[in-house]
């Protein structure tokens, strides 16, 4: 527990180091890129179109109660931000460690400063969900106040997954290989695009479990509160799941990543 307080005291103490290099970096990577800055939302919305097309047009994929294109872009847009922050975070430590060892700041921010130069594409596209959601009815209500929850619950799983994963690919880099094999898979039972309630391939008992997955359970939390289905506390099993693998992993990573951060120098 002394190893998370340190990590968490580091990211707070760190916040305007990690906003500023984020942002630096996003406008160095848009400075070479014609359109610029348009790609930070062209880009999302063409992913969610193909995905549409795919699942709910060619496929005919429907959803439970729900308009299909709202449902399907709040949980992809948040899908792209928890894969693509830990997939980029895993390897931020490994490939940037040479460069900023000589700088006063703790390792553990590199991780953190991936996941901060997703958040516009996050803001992005759930703001794009919201707007087709009011189109289809669903203005907002009391619900949307636990959005502030579920957006804090999303950022400790992904800075827990960031620094886990960070830390292990400094020692063993293939595994930032099986990373993207595993978020390639886990997308088709993320509920992200599918609707797993409908999908009678995979058995009732197996749905139920999926269920308890902490990023479904993230994601379902805010279809609850953008579709006026459910408060918070009325999932207490599923919250009390969430709430003590969350901590475990955050647990587990600062630990790990304390014990081997004075050795990384040694796997560069």
Known sequence: MKDLVQYLKEQIENLPLIYNVSKYHTKSTQLVQFFGAAWEYIDPIFQLLIYYFVFIVMFKRKVAGMPPAPWMFIGLGIWFFYSISITHASAAVQSSLALFSQVKF????????????????????IGLGIIIALKDGYYPTL????????????????????????????????????????????????????????????????????????FIYVMEGFRDAIFHRAWFWEKPGYALIFWCFTLGLLIVASHLHMKLRNQFMDYV
Do not use: C
Not at 117 to 123: D, E, M, P, T
């Open 143 to 214: 619900y949307y106040f636990q959005l502030i929850y579920y957006f804090a619950a999303l950022i400790l799983l992904v800075l827990g997954f960031s620094l886990l994963f960070s830390t292990i690919v400094v020692v063993f880099r293939d595994f930032s290989h099986i990373i993207d094999y595993i978020f390639r898979f886990l997308l088709y039972v993320s509920g992200a695009a599918i609707d797993l309630t409908l999908l009678d391939a995979i058995p009732g008992f197996m749905r139920q479990a999926l269920l308890a997955d902490p």
């Open 106 to 125: 703790p390792i553990s921010v590199l991780p953190t400063i991936e996941m901060f130069k997703r958040f516009n594409a996050l803001f992005w596209m």
